[in-house]
C-alpha cells in the first residue's frame, strides 16, 4: 500500500481573526499518511489556529485545507471524521468512561455490540480495561488523558489532531505519557497532527516537526535534523540550548566563513549569510564545545570559568568566552580529570562545522 | 479493654480527641459568636413569626375561653336532642359575662362564622336578657328566638368546644365538616378557593414555562459571547431587576391595556380592527405577561453561571467526535445545564405561587391567584387564621415541591451563582 503523502495538505492558508493582524501566513504543509507531525512553537504562534482550520472549528480566510485530496474548508466539523484530543480532555463529566467512548460511535448508529467490541478495544489500548462505569471526575489526570486519546480513536478516524494534551500533566505523568501516545501511534498506524510548546515532548514523540513562529513554519524537518541543523535562529534558540555570538562576517570561502566579533574572529558554517559584511548570528550547541581537546579543532580559544552549576548528571559550567560570558558547557560527571573551578582559565574549542553562522537576531 | 489501648495519645499522653477539642472549642466559640446575631435575626424575624402563624392557624381558644361554663356543660350532652336545662343555664351565665365585659360582639362573629344567623339571635338574646327571671333558663332563651330552639344551633356552638381547631384549613380547600361530623365539600357555587389554588399552580407553572423557554438562549448568548457585548446584554438583564417592581407593573398597564400601546400598534399594522381590541389585561393573560417579564431574570441568572462554568471545547469535542450540532447540543451541553435550570425553574415556581402585587394589578378577577386571596382576608375580613391557613398551605405547597425536586434532580445540583 503506497502512502499518501500529501494525506492532509495545507495550500497557501492565511487566516485572521480581526482583518488587521494574520495569525496565520501562507501556510504550506503537506501531512503524509501513517505520520506523526507536531506543530512546535511558543503561544500566539498560530499553531493552535492551524489545528482548528484542520478540525473545522476555524475556516481559513485565504486558501484551502484537503484532507485525502478532498478539500474540507466547507465540511462542517462532525463529517471531516477526525478525531480530537483537547487540552483540557474535554470528557463529557456527565457520562460514564463507556459512554463517553460510546458517544462517536452512537451518533455513527453503530449496532450495540460492535461498539462493545470498539469501546473495550480501545480501552484496553490505553490500558484501562475495567473502568467503564467510572464518571471522569473519578479518575486522575492522566486516566482522563488516557479516555481522551482512546475516545479520539474509537471510531478509527483518519487523522487525530492533539492540542496539547499533555499540558496539564506533572512532569513524570507527561513523560510515560508520550511514550505510551508514540507507541499508540507506532501500533495504529494513524496520522496523528499534534500541537505543543514543549521542545522536548515534539523531539521524542514526532516524525517530523513544524516550528511554528509569528504565524509561520519556520523549520519542517525531523526532530535530530531540527536540532543539529536548525535553519534560522529563532529555531536555534527556540530547540534546544544554544550559545549565541553575534559578528559580521568578513570572509566567506570553501564553505567556511569567518565572522568578526567584537572580540576577536571564529571560523563557522554559513549557513544563512551570502557575503561578506552581513551580520549574523552564530549558535553552537553546549554539548559541541569541547574542553581541553586531544584532537586541534579550527576553533581555540580560552574562556574563563564564571560559575559552575551541579545538575547530577551533568554540570553546567558558564564561561567567558571571546566577550560572550553567557556561553554555557555541559561537562559529563564522568570526566573527573578536569579542573572545573571557578576563575581557572581553561582552553575549549569546537569545529567550525557545529558553529552555524545564521540570520542576525 | 482494646478501645482503650486504641486511643491515640498526644506526646504528653493526654488523648488525642480530647486535645483536639480542646484547641478547637476556643475556634467553635469564637464561630458561634460570630453567627449568633444572624441566628437570634433569622429566629426573630422567620422562626417566631411562621410559629406565630402555624398556632394562630389552629388556635380557636378564644370561643372556648368566652364560654367556659357552657362547653363543660356540653360535655355531657350527646348532640342529638337539644340540650338539657343545665347547659342552657350555663350559656346564660357565660353570656351574660361577656355582656357586662362588653367582649359579647367578638363571640358573635366567630359564630356567625360557624354558622349564619348565630349573630342576629345573639343580638336579641342581649336585649332580651336583662328582663330574665331565675330558673328554668331552657324555656326562657327559647322564648327569645325561635332558632335558640333548634338543635343546629347548639351543634354548631359544640363544635367550637375544642381550644384547637382545623377547619380553617378545611375552609382553604372548600370544605367543612358538617353537623354529623363528617367532612364534606361546600355547596358548589361557593368553591372560590380550589380554583384559586387550581389557577395559582397553573400560572405559577406556565410563568416558569415560558421564563425557561426565553431565558435559556438568553442565557447561552451571555455566556458565549465575547465579554463587550456580553457586558451589555447582562445589563439589558438586570435593568428591569434594578427597577421597581411597582414601576414594571405599572409600565406593563399602560403597555397592555385597551388603549395601550401593544393595542394602538396591532391596530397601526392592521392587524385587528379599533373597535375590536382585545383585553390583554385584567385578566390571566395580563399576568403571565408581567409575570414572566418581572421574574426572567431569576431563570437567566442561575442559567448563566451554569453555563459560563461549561467549557466551549466539550461542544467541539462533540462536533468533532461526529455529533451534529444538534446531537452535540442535546447530549452534551444540555444535560450539563440541568442544574441551572433546575435552581431557575424551582425560584421562579417558587416566587410565582405566592406572587402578590402583578396580578392584583394587571390580574382583573381572573388573574387573582390565592396570595391575593389570602392578603383580602388579612386586610378586609381580619379573618386572620383563616389567612395564616392559607399561608401554611402555600408553604407547605412549596415544601413538598422542593422535596420532590430533592428526590428527582438533588438539591446539591443547583446552583444559584
Not at chain 1, 554559513?270 to 581541553?292: F, M, Q, Y
Request: glycine content about 6%; proline content about 4%; aromatic content about 10%.
Amino acid at each position: 500500500m503506497s502512502k499518501n503523502s500529501e494525506f492532509v495538505k495545507f495550500d497557501k492558508v492565511d487566516k485572521s481573526y480581526d482583518g488587521k493582524v494574520l495569525v496565520v501566513k501562507d501556510l504550506n504543509l503537506d501531512i503524509s499518511e501513517g505520520e506523526f507531525i507536531t506543530m512546535l512553537g511558543p503561544s500566539g504562534s498560530g499553531k493552535t489556529t492551524c489545528l482548528m482550520m484542520l478540525a473545522g472549528f476555524e475556516t481559513p480566510t485565504n486558501g484551502e485545507i484537503y484532507l485525502d485530496s478532498n478539500p474540507i474548508s466547507n465540511i462542517p466539523p462532525h463529517k471531516r471524521g477526525i478525531g480530537m484530543v483537547f487540552q483540557n480532555y474535554a470528557l463529557f463529566p456527565h457520562m460514564t468512561v463507556y459512554e463517553n467512548l460510546a458517544f462517536p460511535l452512537k451518533v455513527r448508529k453503530i449496532a450495540k455490540d460492535e461498539i462493545d467490541k470498539k469501546v473495550d478495544k480501545a480501552l484496553s489500548m490505553v490500558s484501562l480495561t475495567g473502568f467503564e462505569n467510572r464518571m471522569p471526575g473519578q479518575l486522575s489526570g492522566g486516566q482522563q488523558q488516557r479516555v481522551a486519546v482512546a475516545r479520539a480513536l474509537v471510531f478509527d478516524p483518519a487523522v487525530v489532531l492533539m492540542d496539547e494534551p499533555l499540558g496539564a500533566l506533572d512532569k513524570n505523568l507527561r513523560e510515560s505519557m508520550q511514550y505510551e501516545i508514540k507507541h499508540i501511534h507506532e501500533s495504529i498506524g494513524v496520522t496523528v497532527v499534534y500541537v505543543t510548546h514543549d521542545q522536548g515532548e515534539a523531539l521524542t514523540m514526532s516524525n517530523r516537526i513544524a516550528v511554528f513562529n509569528d504565524g509561520k513554519v519556520q523549520q519542517l524537518s525531523s526532530p535530530d535534523k531540527l536540532y543539529e541543523e536548525p535553519v534560522n535562529s529563532f529555531v536555534a534558540e527556540f530547540i534546544g540550548e544554544n550559545n549565541t555570538f553575534q559578528g559580521e562576517v568578513s570572509d566567506i570561502s570553501n564553505g567556511k566563513c569567518k565572522v568578526k566579533l567584537k572580540e576577536g574572529e571564529i571560523v563557522a558554517n554559513p549557513i544563512n549569510v551570502k557575503s561578506k559584511g552581513d551580520k549574523t548570528t552564530v549558535s553552537i550547541r553546549p554539548e559541541r564545545a569541547l574542553i581541553n581537546p586531544t584532537k586541534k579543532l579550527d576553533n581555540n580559544y580560552k574562556g574563563k570559568i564564571e560559575e559552575v552549576i551541579y545538575h547530577g548528571d551533568h554540570t553546567r559550567v558558564r564561561l567567558n568566552v571571546l566577550g560572550n560570558s553567557e556561553f554555557i558547557l555541559k561537562v559529563p560527571n564522568s570526566s573527573q580529570n578536569l579542573d572545573i573551578k571557578l576563575g581557572n582559565i581553561i582552553d575549549i574549542s569546537w569545529n567550525s562545522a557545529d558553529a552555524r553562522a545564521l540570520d542576525p537576531k | 479493654m482494646s478501645s482503650e489501648t486504641n486511643k491515640i495519645l498526644t506526646t504528653d499522653g493526654i488523648p488525642l480527641e480530647e486535645s483536639l477539642k480542646k484547641a478547637e472549642k476556643k475556634n467553635k466559640i469564637k464561630a458561634f459568636l460570630l453567627v449568633a446575631p444572624l441566628l437570634l435575626f433569622l429566629i426573630i424575624t422567620y422562626v417566631f413569626p411562621i410559629g406565630d402563624m402555624l398556632f394562630r392557624s389552629v388556635d380557636d381558644r378564644m370561643v372556648t375561653n368566652m364560654l367556659p361554663k357552657t362547653f363543660k356543660a356540653m360535655e355531657k350532652w350527646d348532640g342529638k336532642e337539644l340540650p338539657d336545662e343545665e347547659v342552657f343555664e350555663a350559656f346564660y351565665l357565660d353570656y351574660k359575662k361577656l355582656v357586662e365585659e362588653k367582649t359579647f360582639g367578638k363571640l358573635a362573629t366567630q359564630l356567625n362564622y360557624e354558622k349564619n344567623g348565630f349573630k342576629s339571635i345573639l343580638k336579641k338574646l342581649k336585649r332580651k336578657m336583662k328582663k330574665f327571671e331565675e330558673g328554668n333558663y331552657k324555656e326562657q332563651i327559647m322564648e327569645v328566638h325561635k332558632r335558640w330552639a333548634n338543635v343546629e344551633y347548639w351543634r354548631a356552638l359544640k363544635r367550637r368546644t375544642p381550644a384547637y381547631t382545623y377547619s380553617k384549613y378545611l375552609k382553604g380547600v372548600d370544605m367543612y365538616e358538617n353537623e354529623d361530623g363528617k367532612i364534606v365539600q361546600v355547596p358548589e357555587d361557593r368553591r372560590v378557593h380550589k380554583i384559586l389554588w387550581v389557577r395559582t399552580i397553573e400560572v405559577a407553572f406556565f410563568v416558569t414555562v415560558l421564563c425557561f423557554l426565553m431565558a435559556y438562549p438568553i442565557a447561552h448568548l451571555l455566556a458565549t459571547l465575547p465579554m463587550k457585548y456580553s457586558n451589555l446584554l447582562m445589563i439589558c438583564v438586570l435593568l428591569p431587576f434594578w427597577t421597581s417592581l411597582l414601576v414594571r407593573t405599572a409600565s406593563w398597564m399602560i403597555l397592555l391595556q385597551q388603549q395601550g400601546i401593544v393595542n394602538d400598534f396591532f391596530v397601526w399594522i392592521g392587524l385587528i380592527s379599533d373597535d375590536n381590541r382585545p383585553e390583554m389585561m385584567y385578566n390571566k393573560t395580563g399576568t403571565y405577561v408581567a409575570m414572566t417579564q418581572i421574574l426572567l431574570p431569576f431563570m437567566v441568572l442561575p442559567l448563566y453561571s451554569v453555563m459560563k462554568t461549561i467549557s466551549p471545547s466539550l461542544m467541539r469535542a462533540g462536533k468533532s467526535l461526529g455529533g451534529t450540532p444538534f446531537v452535540a447540543f442535546w447530549k452534551v451541553y444540555f444535560p450539563l445545564t440541568i442544574p441551572g435550570i433546575g435552581a431557575g425553574c424551582l425560584l421562579v415556581f417558587i416566587l410565582a405561587i405566592g406572587y402578590y402585587i402583578t396580578p392584583a394589578l394587571v390580574g382583573g378577577a381572573s388573574g387573582t391567584l390565592i396570595s391575593n386571596q389570602i392578603a383580602y382576608h388579612m386586610k378586609s375580613t381580619l379573618d386572620w387564621s383563616f389567612a395564616s391557613a392559607m399561608g401554611l398551605m402555600l408553604l407547605t405547597g412549596v415544601l413538598v415541591i422542593y422535596w420532590i425536586y430533592n428526590k428527582l434532580v438533588g438539591v446539591d445540583n443547583i446552583k444559584l451563582g
